[in-house]
């Protein structure tokens, strides 16, 4: 009995030093105050986030910021005054009862960050935090004014969109945090290029950096997103109508926590909270291998990994430009001439920020399309799910292109017919050849540069052994560059 006595009276004494309310919701009568010896949360219904004012590690400065509110330690979600922390306790988020604007004021009554109003009349009656870690702004009629969702932080949670309201134009994207303490925007931005066949990126410091792109939906996964990296509890979707393109994660069992963020150095960390090992487990990052990182090898080329190493290769048709990172074309494309295709299998789709599309055409009509523009470099099918449907076309260079070891897909270059697969330019643009005497100069051409490959080698060999410093020797034959690698 004493010591029950005695555990009650140690408890009286923890709860006044420490004490702590929580809020259903925040009302224009009712706001949100932060303190020394009590803070006061905003809690979600059923308690799986919490709202309030927080200090991250290491840090006495104050933001008022979302976080699950059984994971320790702390797993913040979303900040609203990124750059504007306060210093003290005084802060206090308030509901203007008029236009619905959510602010937060300091100790001195001036306001250090605020909502954008909404757009409807409507007049807002409160503030609530939603099961899904989204705070929300609500009429009387439960319609949403404002939500948190539409501005992201750098935490993709299941349930909000990555990417475009086409009514508004307003994009919603994930911004880094400066340090994984500190909510000042950092350099990465992740959201949905909607450039000819949106596809999602990474970018750095501006739009147009893109640094990892994880690539376009094929109505399976994102094409550079193997399923093996996805989880078994969540599907990924990709929305593309007249009034959005967006991009969301979602849980096929609600009591999954997932979380998907964009870290200081600029890549995608997705995990999932485990009971068992009180962590979160990655699932996966985006910055697995080399060839992740954009347009690695350059334009026209293919980054591989499957080897020991990384390496980069040219595009059939296609060679090492020296001077230029990236590899040209040998024979120029003729569609008058009937250019062909050569099929690429197991891959990761290029860069589609200048591509084309159709969702109805088939396979055979895309191939037959592309051979009648001059323009067309490449097709695929656009969705690969079922049968396959659609068709997606590429106009210049292929950008960013690699070999995945699993769930990659099957891609069409489209090749000049008279390409050489020898390593010099034969100019047949001069109408005036016919096939026999090109024939003939081919044929001859081939003995020379295969003499020239055996003299080339002797003549090698023993250069190799006055310099064993590899390096390009370029000749002169048939009035073309020919290039010998010593
Ligand atoms: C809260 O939990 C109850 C009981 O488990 C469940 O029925 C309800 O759907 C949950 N509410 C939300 C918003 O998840
Ligand atoms: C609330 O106050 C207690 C005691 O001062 C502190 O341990 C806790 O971290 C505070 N919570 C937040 C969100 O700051
Ligand atoms: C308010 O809207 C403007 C324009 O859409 C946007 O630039 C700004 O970031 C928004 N403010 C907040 C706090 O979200
Ligand atoms: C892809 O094809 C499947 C099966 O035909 C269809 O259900 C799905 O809606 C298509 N996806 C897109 C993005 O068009
Ligand atoms: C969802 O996950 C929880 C916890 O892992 C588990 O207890 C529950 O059975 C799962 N529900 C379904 C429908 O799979
Ligand atoms: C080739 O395709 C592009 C993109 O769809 C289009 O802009 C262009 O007009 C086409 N050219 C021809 C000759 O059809
Ligand atoms: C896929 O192709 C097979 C064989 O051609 C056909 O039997 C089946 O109905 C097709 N499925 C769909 C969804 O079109």
Redo the contacts with the bound molecule.
Sequence with gaps: MESFEMFGVCFLFLSLLSMSSTLEMITPTQPLKDGTNENVTLVSTNGTFEAGFFSPANSGSRYLGIWYKTISPRTVVWVANKETPLQDHSGVLELDSDQGILSIKSGTGAKIWSSNASHTPSKPVAVELLESGNMVVKDGHNNLLWQSFDYPDDTLLPGMKLGMNLKTGHHRALRSWKSLNDPTPGEFSFGVDTRGLPQLVITKDSNDNIVFRPGS?N?VRVTGVPGQRTHPLTKSL?VMNEDEIYYEIQLLNSSTKLRSRLVPQGFQMRSIWSDESKGWDPLYTGSFDECERYGMCGANTICDVSGANQHCECLSGFRSNVADSGCDRTTPLDCNKGDSFKKYEGMKLPDTSSSWYD?RMSLDECQKLCLSNCSCTAYAQL?I??NG?GCLQWFNDIVDFRILAQDGQDFYLRIAASKLQVGYVLDLSDHAFNRKKIGGIILGCTIFIIALLVFGSIFCLKRNKLKQTGELIMTKYCGRNVFLSA
């Design positions: 939906w109505g990709f969702k969705n799910s079922a449907s």
